[in-house]
Nanobody, 117 residues
Framework: QVQLVESGGGLVQPGGSLRLSCAVS????????IGWFRQVPGKEREGVSC??????SYAESVKGRFTISRNNRKKMVYLQMNSLEPEDTAVYYC????????????WGQGTQVTVSS
């Protein structure tokens, strides 16, 4: 059974940092791109970042602040988020993709990130 489980969300002040983790199981991580998207109620889902075996990509809104990484052996994917802004407040989902830029084939339950003073 394909499963992705996010953790690491929480409340942080503007300018602070959080590290999101995604534990994957039920499939071979090597064969998939893994990414993060976020969603705010009433707004469209926004792709944040994606990492494949050969490339990484970021939304313009997070470039230079967020860093995605993966450890295939541990079956973990991470999103280091620095210089957080109130506009980053959202539920963050970890998702599996056939390739970055395609639609997600599976995703987790999400973790809430709130940036507020």
């Amino acid at each position: 059974q394909v499963q992705l489980v996010e953790s690491g969300g929480g409340l942080v002040q503007p300018g602070g940092s959080l590290r999101l983790s995604c534990a994957v199981s039920g499939f071979t991580l090597d064969y998939y791109a893994i990414g993060w998207f976020r969603q705010v109620p009433g707004k469209e889902r926004e792709g944040v970042s994606c990492i494949s075996s050969s490339d990484t990509s970021y939304a313009e809104s997070v470039k230079g602040r967020f860093t995605i990484s993966r450890n295939n052996r541990k079956k973990m994917v991470y999103l280091q988020m620095n210089s957080l802004e109130p506009e980053d407040t959202a539920v963050y989902y970890c998702a599996a993709y056939v390739a970055c830029g395609s639609g997600p084939v599976a995703w987790g339950q999400g973790t809430q990130v709130t940036v507020s003073s």
